[in-house]
């Protein structure tokens, strides 16, 4: 065995931030950030996501809300620190075979649920394999559909068989959906709660609230800070607001981004801007007409002004996207990739090449998909008029969005958290039959090329295979992806947050539980 990593996996280039150090502060971050750590006090965090299907079921998480939520109350074989590198949790170290077929993870000692029950080596093994079982819905059954065979050696070593190399496997097990949860004789117990994390859950009323509770016997002593959480489920974006400046909370997401000139005046507050992986995008259902047809893909494409996006919608706190959902400081970025720009007469062309002279189509959007979605939906609406194209804007209600519009609606505004690695974004939403694959595109050259990036060591091949992997996405794929956002987050100044955030995920990586306190 040729060791690959142990305990931390470093990714040059990874999800670098507009500065250097790693930390895009739009405004001043001031506050508490240097402060030393001290336990206690109850947290109140209000998130612009959750809906009343939410479940426990890890294979369902699919939102801002949930991910927070097993960042908190469950373990994971891994984690993505603040630096993004990958570093150990559940599992204490790992190490590869020479071709990155076989790993072997060494699961920590003393680790234990809620209940008092010892983690265990078949509590791993079960939960990898919930996500695997034959017709899983999981989200991350196609993140892990490499998995050939799971095996045990003595009481501390689990061993992953994968049908090809993948040098990123230690960050694809640090997955949201992937948490370690207690074996039975059919599969998982997920419906208990019970988790091995850093807190565990008083009380769960979905598309509500959350109640946690410090986990006194976590095998961390230098986490979790908060005595006690109240985690509130606030889609409406007036009412975040409100509850933030009226003090009712003491920290919100998912910001109104043409407010925060007015919020910066408020003394009490710090507002964080995060660059990372975060995009929102538009949909297109491949499998049905119009969208059927790359040129109609490829017209719509060019009928969105995307600077102007990034200016009426982001403010400015983000950048152009390219209909890749690859960030421009991730490893493997596609620096030669030709990037699309506002052009009518081109998305003509492309409208004429299907045969159309115009187009008719509807528009699903809401804010609870992003913030300022419809009013994005009705600038894309005006943007294409030009080309010929009607958009018809449907405003949907944010309430049951991700459940009953979102993959069921044939064109809908959506966002994405991206993922730390790119292997991890197209595999979730690229790859033919993915669960989340919301595009519902198809393409054999894609998928084939994948699975070879996946596998392939060398450094310089592996950069030309995603450069080629993210041309086909611009270029056939089914989803306009317009722009990247900054993750762009409020704090009462009580809040004591280390000094570089985290920009895997929103509010630092989701692990706000786990490393903020009250200063």
Known sequence: MSLITNGRLDRRGFLKTTAASGIAASLP????????????????????????????????FENGYT?????????????????????????????????????????RKGVTYH??????????????????????????GPLIAAIQDITIEGDDTVIFTLDGGDADFPFIVSDYHLSILPATDDGI???????????????????????????EIHWRDDVAWFESIELLVLTDQNARTTALVSGDVDTVDKLDLKT???????????????AGTQHFTFAMDSRQAPYADNNVRLAMKYAINREELVEKILFGYGSVGNDIPVGQNQQF???????????????????KEAGLESLDVSLSAADAAFAGAVNAATLYQNSAKDAGININVVREPNDGYW?????????????W??????????????????????????????????????????????RQQYFELQEIVSTQGSVVIPMFANYVYATTKKIGMPKKAASNWDMDGERWAERWWFA
């Open 260 to 274: 925060i000139d007015l919020l910066s005046r408020y003394p009490d507050l710090v507002i964080s801007s995060i």
């Open 67 to 107: 991910i927070a939520l097993t960042f908190a109350k469950d373990g994971h074989l891994t984690e993505v620190l603040a630096d993004g590198s990958i570093g150990p949790e559940i599992a204490e170290s790992w190490e590869a075979s020479e071709d990155a077929k076989i790993w072997r993870f060494k699961i």
């Open 333 to 351: 970025y596609n620096t030669e990739l030709e990037q699309k720009t506002y052009d009518p007469d081109k998305a003509k062309f492309y409208l």
């Open 417 to 462: 958290g991206g993922r730390p690695v790119q292997d991890q974004a197209f595999s979730i939403a690229f790859t033919c039959g993915a669960e989340w694959n919301d595009g519902f595109w198809c393409n054999e050259t894609f998928d084939a090329l994948l699975k070879e990036a996946r596998a392939e060591l060398d450094e310089d091949k592996r």
């Open 189 to 215: 117990d997920w419906k208990s709660g019970d988790g091995c994390g850093s807190y565990k859950i008083k009380s769960f009323d979905p598309g509500i609230s959350t109640s946690l509770e410090r986990n």
């Open 403 to 415: 459940s009953d519009v979102w993959m069921k609606q044939p064109f809908t505004a959506v966002y």
């Open 115 to 140: 209940s008092g029950k010892a983690v265990t080596v078949q509590d791993v093994v079960a939960s990898i394999n919930f996500h695997r079982a034959e017709g899983t819905t999981s989200a991350a």
């Open 29 to 60: 971050l001031g506050g508490a950030m240097a402060a030393t750590p001290k336990r206690g006090g109850h947290l109140r965090i209000g998130k612009g996501h959750g809906a009343t299907t939410d479940t426990l079921n890890p294979g369902m």
